[in-house]
């Protein structure tokens, strides 16, 4: 599967258990969640966002300091108790910092990205592909840049 694809999948994933647990409100979906855009974040800022940085630096620090703010939104969420209103609120802004950060990637970058590298998408697909598996098998050889 190609980069843009992969991304395009998750992005797809994450968006769809964000749906379940508004329909469910189960712990069980908001931790998978964290989960999948822990490994989401990884593969991106490794292997993706350095062969995009050429084309697009701005846009790369940018998703990164979107990252960031993911990053500490879980570890916050991680710390409160589930059936607290400020976890529900929290999680409304992760999901509102995921979705907006999903349509920058998908209508800014991803379109420059498939016409600058678009030799090069297969080669960083299978690369994000094993490192997603290395990771959600915890023998992940990469650390994250981030």
């Keep these: 599967m190609n ?31 964290f989960t999948e855009l822990e490994l989401h974040t990884q593969i991106e800022e490794q292997i993706f966002y350095p062969a995009v940085q050429a084309i697009d630096n701005d846009l ?7 990252h960031d703010m993911v990053k500490e939104l879980i570890e916050e969420l991680r710390g409160l108790d589930f059936n607290d209103e400020e976890f529900q609120d929290k999680f409304q802004e992760l ?47 990469r650390r994250t840049t981030a």
């Design 60 to 66: 790369v620090a940018e998703s990164i300091a979107d």
């Design 3 to 33: 980069a843009i694809d992969l991304l395009t999948f998750q992005h797809e994933r994450v968006s769809k258990l964000f749906d379940d647990f508004e329909s469910t409100n189960q712990k069980e979906i908001s931790d998978k969640i």
């Design 95 to 141: 999901r509102a910092s995921v979705e907006d950060h999903i349509a920058v990637e998908e209508t800014e970058m991803f379109p420059e990205v498939e016409s600058r590298l678009a030799n090069d998408l297969d080669r960083l697909g299978t690369d994000m592909e094993r490192l997603h598996d290395q990771l959600q098998k915890g023998k992940a050889t």
